[in-house]
């Protein structure tokens, strides 16, 4: 036997392809394997940007004796949860289930049907903290499965029926109305942090989506509250450890509830969600800090995740070696954290009033914030007593001019963390539209620009004739994984935002043909939408999972891309679909209104109409230009932008019949099947896109 990963597209897979583990990717092939020699499966679940995952790596998986043991006894497979997140999630129940958590590495052990019977994540390569060694772990395994393979048969099918037999509700409430989402702006506001931002306690995770509900809620009632929810959590974010001051771009989370220590992997989802959280918050006040942290974002994710073939790239490592020791072994934050030493040499020459003042106001200290002395660079709080006050001012203009460029040149000598260049269908789409909506609001054509390339990648890479998607690639290279339901909703979406600002019907078009296999292909009878295909790989389990996590689930991202294109077109169909599936939301949010956050959005959206926006006017018509960059500026929750020339046959639905007033540039606004008069005014048009105050 042979390690059989080299052939594969996926960094994670790529990364063990030199273990001595004789290591299976995810294939018929394995399961024949494990059934023709009567041993069970090792699944081992993880990615490329995993601290831990790297660490059981060089303790286990590295080592040639445990390798050999497994290897006998074992058929080994390994897994990219990114590039087959419903592998992912039906094992990831079972741990869950079994054990009360979950996390990376996931390690399950199953029989040749796939039905698992043991389940764990981390484990050392000796015993420590009530934990067996993993070959302790195998040991254990293999004298079960040899002695009692009676009871592990039965403990297998018990899990697997068990698995099998979850699903959704299948009686959906109707889709929130106002009283709901009132009501969880009450539950959120009783789990806010008031002193430092965000929900609960550590470890904090950036709420990308409850923030996108808390400013669409404002948005549409004018609620105070929710808005300053919302700026305070982005303001703490952004003078916290877990924002990158020299780089820009967001940590996964951090570890701390003071937002002070991240984990330090860089995801591009987190990213793409936070670039457009920060892009809407300045939409909403016009924080000048908001603006800032939204282009450092978008800005970030060119640099450092775009790939060659226009694409982004999944992640950046946690881990990467030392300046002293560029061959030593990884260890994570040694790219971003600092010592007073490591400071004052990068500002060598500085007069010592300003190095001092940069000390202080970065957070670097003798003691450190992180391990052995060093600190995690952040701002210092904002001024006030918890209320907001003080939260408007920028709070990289104390830093001294100089300081963070030098730093920065100091950082980049340094070695740098790995990448994961694997092209993640659904989270491009993320990025897309990110990127489409910060390069329209703050006149970056060049986002755009970026925006349209990733896209062009996606259509010439990822998209078959028939509509369907590939979820990953990797040097232009499709992967093996099908895409689900999330990839359709999120490129659907990036393919809305990117007709918004550019006016051309091919990406309008585009998400149309995706959102067609999702009514197809991803839709039960009942409406319940599924995380794969109805002609997807069999596993144990459909996964289905309606519940916000990192990025908006499968669920809501579709409920809300079908929501918009609904107003695009006018047909019901994709209204009826997106408010049927909308009614988990009012299953979900009383419970967990943090899990629901996208969902909650969505429903913003359409309590609010959505609005629906058309521009007409002469392309290079400076009013028209106008008219359409206050339509996207405008904070109307999910309103569908539309624009083109008068009188065009190819025109869109949402452009048919809308003639230039008094042969002017016009804007057009509908909700709610009743139309305003057209207007020419820029300020008539502003005032007809802000909310409905009581």
């Known amino acids: 036997m042979a390690n059989r990963l080299a052939e594969e597209t996926s960094p994670y897979l790529l990364q063990h392809a030199d273990n001595p583990v004789d290591w299976w990717p995810w294939s018929p092939g394995a399961f024949e394997e494990a059934r023709r020699r009567d041993v069970p499966i090792l699944l081992s679940v993880g990615y490329a940007s995993c601290h831990w995952c790297h660490v059981m790596a060089r303790e286990s998986f590295a080592d040639p004796d445990v390798a050999a043991y497994l290897n006998d006894r074992f058929v080994a497979v390994k897994v990219d949860r990114e590039e087959r997140p419903d592998v992912d999630s039906v094992y990831m129940d079972a741990v869950q289930a079994a054990t009360g958590q979950g996390g990376w590495p996931m390690t399950v052990f199953m029989n040749a049907e796939g039905e698992p019977f043991y389940f764990g994540t981390y484990f050392p390569p000796e015993p420590r903290h009530g934990m067996p060694s993993f070959r302790q772990l195998l040991e254990g395994v293999h004298t079960a499965w040899s002695d009692r393979r009676e009871e592990v048969g039965n403990v297998a099918g018990r899990i697997a029926r068990d698995l099998a037999g979850r699903r959704g509700p299948r009686d959906f409430p109707e889709p929130p109305g106002p009283a709901e989402q009132a009501a969880a702006l009450l539950q959120l506001s009783r789990e806010f942090d008031a002193a430092r931002g965000g929900f609960g306690g550590a470890p904090k995770f950036p709420p990308s989506m409850v923030l996108e509900f ?81 282009l450092d974002t978008a800005d970030f994710m060119i640099r450092e995740l775009r790939t060659p073939e226009g694409g982004f790239a999944s992640a950046l490592d946690a881990d990467s070696a030392e300046a002293a020791d560029p061959d030593g072994p990884h260890i994570e934050g040694a790219y971003y954290v600092w010592t007073p ?11 010592e009033e300003t190095v001092t003042a940069a000390l202080d106001l970065l957070g670097v200290t003798r003691e450190g914030t992180f391990e052995e002395g060093r600190s995690v660079l952040r701002l210092p709080p904002a001024p006030g007593d918890g209320t907001g006050d003080g939260a408007e001012d920028d709070p990289a203009d104390a830093l001294p001019s100089g300081v963070r460029r030098r730093l920065l040149a100091a950082r980049d000598r340094r070695p740098r963390p790995a990448r994961d260049d694997k092209i993640v269908a659904a989270w491009n789409g993320l990025a897309i539209a990110a990127l489409a909506e910060a390069g329209a609001c703050f006149d970056r054509p060049d986002l755009v620009e970026a925006a349209e390339r990733a896209a062009d990648l996606l259509i010439g890479r990822h998209l078959d004739a028939d509509g369907r998607l590939t979820r990953t690639s990797l040097g232009g290279e499709p992967g093996r994984g099908a895409g689900v339901l999330e990839d359709y909703a999120d490129v659907a979406e ?70 918009t294109r609904a107003a695009h077109t006018g047909e019901s169909r994709y209204r009826e679909a997106a408010e049927r599936a909308l009614g988990i939301v009012t299953a979900l949010a009383p419970r967990a209104p943090r899990f629901a956050g996208w969902g909650l959005a969505v429903a913003e959206a359409a309590l609010d109409g959505p609005r629906e926006v058309a521009v007409v006017g002469p392309p290079g018509d400076p009013l028209r230009a106008e008219l359409h960059r206050v339509a996207l500026r405008s904070t109307a929750p999910g309103a569908a932008v539309a624009l083109g020339e008068p009188d ?47």
């Open 494 to 563: 990036g393919f809305h935002a990117l007709y918004a600002v550019t006016g051309e019907s091919a990406w309008l078009d585009l998400a149309g043909t995706l959102l067609e296999v999702v009514l197809t292909r991803f839709r039960d009878a009942d409406g319940s939408l599924y995380d794969t295909a109805d002609d997807a790989e069999r596993l144990i389990r459909r996964p289905q999972d309606p519940t916000d996590g990192a990025t908006p689930s499968g669920w809501t991202a579709a409920t809300g891309a079908l929501l």
């Open 341 to 351: 030493a490591e400071v004052r040499e990068a500002l060598d020459g500085v007069d």
């Open 648 to 694: 065009d046959p190819g025109t869109t639905p949402l452009l048919r019949d809308r003639p230039l007033r008094e042969g002017r540039a016009t804007a057009y606004v509908c909700r709610n099947f009743v139309c305003s008069a057209p207007t020419t005014d820029p300020g008539e048009l502003a005032e007809r896109l802000r909310p409905d105050l009581p």
């Open 214 to 294: 808390l400013l669409r809620h404002h948005a549409r009632t004018g609620a105070d509250g929710a808005l300053e929810m919302a700026r305070r959590t982005c303001d703490a974010m952004a003078r916290g450890g877990i924002h990158d001051q020299l780089g820009g771009g967001f940590a996964r989370y951090s570890v701390d509830a003071e937002w002070t220590v991240p984990h330090f992997e860089k995801m591009l989802y987190d990213n793409a969600l936070l670039c457009r959280v920060y892009t809407h918050l300045w939409r909403a006040d016009g924080t000048s800090w908001a603006r800032r942290v939204a």
